[in-house]
């Protein structure tokens, strides 16, 4: 098993900045991904950037030019930065990874971290 911690959310004012971090841990898994996904009240879950253990990425057109994805392949961890924040991008954050246990693929979700963009 895998398990995903977030971390990072909170109040900001519009055009402001967050950093989320979400660190996986478990006992022999390999990362073959790492993404954020989204949530606004009302709205399906959507993806917000995706990044490869090799480093390529994905980003939703929304984001594109506001958020970078990263990771730390040492630690398991992945990164989203957000700047310039929109009160269109409130919603709660989750993290997710596919991760390879005992030859096996399987999905990964945290417990997500809440983002409000408000004055």
């Known amino acids: 098993q895998v398990q995903l911690v977030e971390s990072g959310g909170g109040l900001v004012q519009p055009g402001g900045s967050l950093r989320l971090s979400c660190a996986a841990s478990?006992?022999?898994?390999?990362?073959?991904?790492m993404a954020w996904y989204r949530q606004a009240p009302g709205k399906q879950r959507e993806l917000v950037a995706r990044i490869t253990s090799s480093g390529s990425t994905n980003y939703a057109d929304s984001v594109k030019g506001r958020f970078t994805i990263s990771r730390d392949n040492a630690k398991n961890t992945v990164f989203l930065q957000m700047n310039s924040l929109k009160p269109e991008d409130t919603a709660v954050y989750y993290c997710h990874a596919v991760a390879v246990v005992n030859t096996i693929p399987s999905n990964y979700w945290g417990q997500g971290t809440q983002v409000t963009v408000s004055s």
């Open positions: 478990g006992s022999s898994f390999s990362i073959v991904f």
